[in-house]
């Protein structure tokens, strides 16, 4: 079974006449190890997209079966324990400026099992290491380029094994070199592991370096490809 399987979501913001769909009958299914960015213009309804396959709002019409679990009349509950299995990265890293990079990274598996914390700051390390990291371990995030920060939160999102990542804009505050590096480490992990990747970006300099690309307009999927012709990335 894939890990995001979308069938027919529609959603609308507001009510009465203000009421506007910002999603149109949308299908897609992402496949285990696969990177599909999501790209589209401003308000074509890719954010929204991506937080109703995090679960992070309730769905209204149409079915999204995420990670097995059908989203479509979920309860609350049933959300807070499906968003415990995805690995989310934001533009904004959202890491804690006072804790060290481990320590951020060690976060993300406090609720899972009780792991006794030289396990969780040892799992950490392991994964910083894997995304060069492994000199940075004991830095805050302020003593780290941005692309480094955004290592760290790659590092956070993978760490407790997610079946699936969830990425929103995360090269946008980076330079060119560092967000291909980012974006690449990404994928590689996520390949290794079986980890399917949905990836929202306006940025074009990462378009090649998925397994799809998908192209939102007005709420509606316009166009499903795989990245233009080029040397294998
Ligand atoms: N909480 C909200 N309440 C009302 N309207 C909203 C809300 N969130 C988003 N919208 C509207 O829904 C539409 C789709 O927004 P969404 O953020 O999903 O688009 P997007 O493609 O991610 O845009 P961007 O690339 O600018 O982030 C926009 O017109 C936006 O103004």
């Given at each position: 079974m894939h890990p995001v399987t979308l069938e027919g979501v529609t959603y609308s913001y507001g009510s009465?006449?203000?009421r506007r769909a910002v999603l149109r009958d949308v299908s897609l299914t992402v496949?285990?190890?696969?990177?599909?960015?999501l790209t589209g213009p401003s308000g074509s309804?890719?954010?929204?997209?991506?937080?109703?396959?995090?679960?992070?709002?309730?769905?209204?019409?149409?079915?999204?079966?995420?990670?097995?679990?059908?989203?479509?009349?979920?309860?609350?509950?049933?959300?807070v324990a499906l968003r415990r299995r995805i690995g989310f990265i934001f533009q904004a890293h959202n890491l804690l400026?006072?804790?060290?990079?481990?320590?951020?990274?060690?976060?993300?598996?406090?609720?899972?099992?009780?792991?006794p914390e030289r396990q969780r700051l040892a799992e950490a390390d392991r994964m910083l290491a894997a995304v060069g990291l492994a000199e940075h371990l004991h830095k805050a995030p302020g003593q780290l380029s941005g692309g480094q920060r955004q290592?760290?939160?790659v590092a956070r999102a993978l760490v407790a094994s997610p079946g699936l990542v969830l990425?929103?804009?995360?090269?946008?505050?980076?330079?060119?070199a560092s967000g291909q590096e980012v974006v690449r480490q990404l994928r590689d992990l996520a390949r290794s592991r079986g980890v399917a990747i949905l990836?929202?970006?306006h940025d074009p300099r990462i378009l090649d370096i998925?397994?799809?690309?998908?192209?939102?307009?007005?709420?509606?999927?316009?166009?499903?490809?795989?990245?233009?012709?080029?040397p294998a990335a």
């Open positions: 009465g006449e203000l496949a285990e190890g696969e990177i599909v960015l309804g890719k954010t929204t997209l991506l937080t109703l396959i995090g679960a992070l709002r309730a769905m209204q019409q149409g079915s999204a079966r995420v990670l097995g679990r059908e989203l479509q009349g979920a309860s609350e509950a049933a959300r400026g006072f804790l060290s990079a481990r320590q951020n990274v060690a976060m993300a598996l406090e609720t899972e099992a009780k792991l290592r760290v939160a990425a929103d804009e995360p090269t946008a505050a980076l330079d060119k990836l929202v970006t998925a397994d799809r690309v998908v192209s939102m307009e007005d709420g509606r999927i316009v166009s499903a490809n795989r990245p233009a012709e080029g």
